[in-house]
């Protein structure tokens, strides 16, 4: 069983910056690619960004420019810094990270979410 926590969401004005980290936990032999996911009320949930185990990097449109993924392989974490908030940034972001457990099964683990809003 892998555990994700998120940590880092709150309250922004427009133009400011958050740092979101999520750190995976349990059985892992080796987690593939880790991701932020976002939804907002009455949206679908949506890629935000992810990264891969070699740091490949891929972003929502909408965020490329603003946003930066990074990961620390060795504590298993994942982070977003999340600059020049825009209030459509508004939403519950939840980390997900997908590999391998020791036990050599697959897995694909969601954390509870973490809100972030933008006033305006």
């Known amino acids: 069983q892998v555990r994700l926590v998120e940590s880092g969401g709150g309250l922004v004005q427009v133009g400011g910056s958050l740092r979101l980290s999520c750190a995976a936990s349990g059985s892992i032999f080796r987690i593939n690619s880790m991701g932020w996911y976002r939804q907002a009320p009455g949206k679908q949930r949506e890629l935000v960004a992810d990264?891969?185990?070699?740091?490949?990097?891929n972003y929502l449109n909408s965020v490329k420019g603003r946003f930066t993924a990074s990961r620390d392989n060795a504590q298993n974490t994942v982070y977003l810094q999340m600059d020049r908030l825009k209030p459509e940034d508004t939403a519950v972001y939840y980390c997900?990270?997908?590999?391998?457990?020791?036990?050599?099964?697959?897995?694909?683990?969601w954390g509870p979410g973490t809100q972030v809003t933008v006033s305006s």
């Open positions: 997900n990270a997908r590999g391998t457990t020791t036990r050599i099964a697959s897995f694909d683990s």
């Open positions: 990264i891969s185990i070699v740091g490949s990097t």
